[in-house]
């Protein structure tokens, strides 16, 4: 099984830099909401997703009984932080090793054996966990204004699932066990860095750990600038290594990554429509299919 890293990038050697000390300070948080255009680019940007019933999703899902980590969650909002718990308590993380490979079911079975790991194995398992279980989800890549840069610490990588019953995409990040809601409605991170950005009184975080708000916030607060994602996020199946990157109005788009990693392959947008497309249905090696846009926001 092949999983997907950031296009051109050597993510898993680039972002084990990413828990950094007090005196390696990232960028300043910004003081205003970043600007994003809300019409969709001309061209739609397709992603794709495995269905849950995917073999190798199957197996994921036997092996490490979710179905019973589940039970009794109502939600997808409970089941996707109940996973979000799950997978933070897998191992205990080490910002400077990686897995061996960069799917689910091989960072599982090296955790098992005692091994840690970084920001990005968190991503991958609990995207993978999410599919799973029928809530299709992706990994996001977070970076500071900077990155082109900054020679460390300039990112960090979350999730967000597509919650069907509310229709919208959350984050969750498995690191940190953090579960943001504002106004105990989950958001995702283009929504956290503009509560942050405003200091939004109705910000607050679900975790089940010992993770602060305000700690997690401040941490967090800095990666905020500019998201990318892959485009085939399917499980199971060989996949084009592309992706997509938010960039803010008026920002530049990178082309490196912490001063000597190429970005390639990476197709840029400042359209937060083309980067949430509301998906109606995933289905297992099919493109996936997007609602109207007349059908209201697309996050």
């Not at 091989?106 to 799973?132: H, M, P, R, W």
């Not at 060989?238 to 001063?259: H, I």
Request: hydrophobic share 40%; proline share 7%.
């Amino acid at each position: 099984m092949v999983h997907k890293a950031i296009a051109g990038f050597a993510l898993f050697a680039v972002l084990s830099s990413t828990y950094i000390t007090a005196a390696q300070l990232l960028s300043p948080l910004p003081d205003q909401p970043l600007e994003f255009a809300l019409a969709p680019d001309p061209m739609p940007c397709v992603f794709q997703y495995s269905s849950a019933d995917e073999p190798y999703l199957v197996t994921l899902r036997e092996n490490y009984a979710l179905n019973d980590i589940v039970a009794g969650k109502t939600t997808d909002l409970e089941k996707a932080r109940t996973l979000c718990t799950w997978v933070h308590n897998r191992w205990v993380h080490d910002g400077h090793v990686r897995a061996k490979k960069p799917d689910p079911l091989s960072i599982l079975k090296e955790a098992d054996l005692g091994s840690n790991f970084q920001c990005i194995e968190y991503s991958i398992v609990l995207s993978g966990a999410l599919t799973a279980m029928g809530m299709p989800a992706r990994a996001v890549y977070l970076k500071t204004a900077d990155a082109e840069t900054r020679r460390e610490g300039a990112g960090h990588a979350v999730t967000e699932v597509w919650l069907r019953d509310q229709q919208k995409w959350a984050m969750l990040d498995g690191q940190w066990d953090a579960v943001p809601l504002l106004d105990n409605e989950p958001i995702n991170v283009i929504e956290l860095q503009k509560a942050l950005a405003t200091n939004d009184p109705r910000l607050r975080i679900e975790t089940a750990s010992n993770t602060r708000a305000k700690t997690y916030f401040n941490w967090v607060g800095p990666y905020l600038y500019y998201f990318d994602t892959v485009i085939d996020n399917r499980f199971g199946v060989k996949t084009q290594p592309s992706g997509v990157m938010l960039v803010p109005m008026g920002a530049k788009c990178p082309t490196v990554f912490q001063r000597d990693t190429p970005i390639r392959r990476m197709r840029y947008t400042n359209s937060v429509t083309t980067f949430y497309p509301r998906p109606m249905e995933f289905l297992g090696g099919e493109a996936t299919k997007l609602v109207s846009q007349e059908g209201g926001r697309s996050y």
